[in-house]
């Protein structure tokens, strides 16, 4: 109708919807200052690794759903939650194979994975398209019903995340414990959001434990069902393997040095039926206890 659009950019290279579903308050409703009217929801293949098999996406989907505002991974998802799906696929890939294709494979990936700038044209393409549908239809009559059953997964459906600057402010948190996890991490993530071609820090208000600092564990003790733990990715030597430990069993040792390069990851450490008070405990592992590891934010839910 000739009004104004606000972007709202908040995609993060490289990172799935298990770190989406603790990002989504932070850097799309920015802690309540933004209600949107439509989200786009892409993971590719970076959760082809999802350790809950589509758990999360379908869980970041009803999540947007459930509002703020009336927003619109995996077809099932889609279908099931009622919600518009674009596929590139379908608007690229049969003609790849034509004798004299409009664009061809070379043009439209710079690898084997990432689009190049046609690439990236031709999806911006199919969003213009789709925004073109939706207003011819937005005469019809809305009697989409979403289905209350899953089709894969919702368990982080309500997930909340705090960091160091807003934990106070979670109830279910009843006591916080830094140990030698004091000092700020500055090397991280930067992302391009919004306008902003400079980037900005992705969890700029963690915990770090500096490498050479003494061992003390970062112990939160809270009330939640499930529990996600975000921590940075490094490729420096300097830091070490950590120790997940729920109520003194560990349930998960994480490498930061995995991946190989610096960026957020989330990882699940813990998985209940109700919610109860535990004690999650985060500390270097046997022989890396000199070694640093910053972690990010504590995703959780409770119901």
Known sequence: NGGAVKLIKAGAGGTCSELGLTRYEMDVL???????????????????????????????VRMIQDGPGNPERMIPVGMRCQVPMISVKNAVTPQFYDETPIITKRQYFYDLFHPSNMGHQIMADCIDYFFEQAEAAAEEPADAVIESTPAIGETYRKLKTFDRSNYKKHAAVKELCEGAFTETDTVLQYVEKDLDSMGS????????????????????????????LVYKDTDSVEFGKVQVLVDGTVTRVIDPREIGWNHCSAYVVYNSEQAAEHEIKVVMQPGDESKGFTILGIGYTLE
């Open 30 to 60: 920015r802690y309540g200052e933004v209600t949107p009217d439509v989200v786009f929801v892409e993971y590719a293949v970076n959760d082809a690794g999802d350790e809950t098999n589509g758990v999360c996406f379908e869980s970041l």
């Open 201 to 228: 820090p992705e969890f700029p208000n963690n915990w770090k434990k500096a490498p050479g600092t003494d061992n003390a564990a970062f112990t939160v003790r809270m009330e939640c069902k499930d529990v996600l």
